[in-house]
């Protein structure tokens, strides 16, 4: 399969970190060039640097972003448009409006399109939803708890300050728990966004499940972790060391080659992002 030609929009530590080595290193894909605001920081990741975003879609067939969600949602809609596939960062936009435009012009354009929810390509993870799928589970329970917004972290950025853990890591979780207990149909949200956040959240079927968010802890931090308990069995799945950004690639090389689509694309992606601005609603309130 020949190598699908990504640009990248975005070159912070994120980029730097995962999407540019993950894009460059091959056989699946390979960094076309990289566009971002400042260029300098651009040119750090090893490929040809653009001044103008229309310049990068001429020179690619796919987008990669590793930009703030709002500005995702805008630059996304032009990438569909310029008829280019798009593998985009969760959440996929800082709004409801914003993600419904980049499904919209997703649809209409009729490019592929994929989530970077990483825990779901991971083996350990689709390992624990065969699981799940196999126990009837009625019940289930995650915890995401982190010190990520304090102090000079790399993540504590303008966004993920302004909004906390339910934009960051709230994706994550609620996808791991709508495939794990089966799709999600209500939501109920208490606590602050900027420092303790649960949810409790229903689903098709009847099931129940139930999360913990936070990136403002401090202190010795328990792992994260998701348990789903059923009527045969449970399941549990913890961190692992495995690396999942190669099967990132290779998935989205073949959605681009082959067609036929991916579970996790903008639509998932605006669902997702549906459930948390209820949840902000309600924190609001």
């Known amino acids: 399969m020949e190598p699908v030609a990504v640009?990248?929009?975005?070159?912070?530590?994120w980029a730097e970190m995962a999407h540019a080595p993950m894009l460059a290193r091959g056989p699946h894909t390979r960094l076309a060039g990289v566009w971002a605001r400042r260029p300098e920081q651009a040119a750090r990741l090893g490929a040809p640097v653009y001044e103008r975003v229309e310049e990068l879609f001429d020179a690619c067939e796919a987008v990669?972003?590793?930009v703030p969600p709002g500005v995702q949602a805008e630059l996304a809609v032009r990438a569909a448009h310029a008829g280019k596939a798009l593998l985009l960062e969760k959440p996929l936009a800082d709004s409801v409006a914003g993600a419904m435009r980049?499904?919209?012009?997703?649809?209409?354009?009729?490019?592929?399109?994929?989530?970077?929810?990483?825990?779901r390509y991971a083996t350990p993870t689709r390992t624990f939803l065969a699981r799940c799928a196999e126990i009837q589970p009625f019940g289930g329970h995650a915890a995401n708890i982190s010190g990520a917004l304090l102090g000079d972290h790399p993540f504590a950025t303008p966004w993920r300050l302004e909004r906390g853990a339910l934009l960051d890591v709230g994706p994550h979780v609620i996808d791991l728990l709508d495939a794990a207990l089966g799709r999600i149909?209500?939501?109920?949200?208490?606590?602050?966004?900027l420092g303790w956040t649960g949810l409790l959240l229903?689903?098709?079927?009847?099931?129940?499940?139930?999360?913990?968010?936070?990136?403002?802890a401090v202190g010795d931090l328990p792992p994260s972790?998701?348990?789903?308990?059923?009527?045969?069995?449970?399941?549990?799945?913890?961190?692992?060391?495995?690396?999942?950004?190669?099967?990132?690639?290779e998935e989205f090389a073949r959605t681009v080659r082959r067609g036929g689509g991916h579970p996790l694309d903008a639509a998932h992606g605006l669902r997702l992002q549906e459930i948390i601005a209820e949840a902000e609603a309600q924190l609001a309130s």
Not at 102 to 119: C, I, K, R, W, Y
Not at 185 to 192: E, F, I, K, S
């Open 7 to 13: 640009g990248l929009i975005g070159a912070g530590p």
């Open 64 to 66: 990669a972003f590793c």
């Open 102 to 119: 980049v499904a919209e012009a997703v649809a209409e354009s009729g490019v592929p399109s994929q989530m970077m929810l990483t825990l």
């Open 185 to 193: 149909t209500g939501v109920r949200a208490h606590g602050h966004p």
């Open 202 to 216: 229903e689903h098709e079927g009847g099931a129940v499940s139930e999360a913990s968010l936070c990136m403002a």
């Open 225 to 249: 972790t998701v348990e789903v308990y059923g009527r045969t069995g449970n399941a549990v799945l913890l961190p692992g060391d495995e690396d999942p950004l190669e099967t990132v690639a």
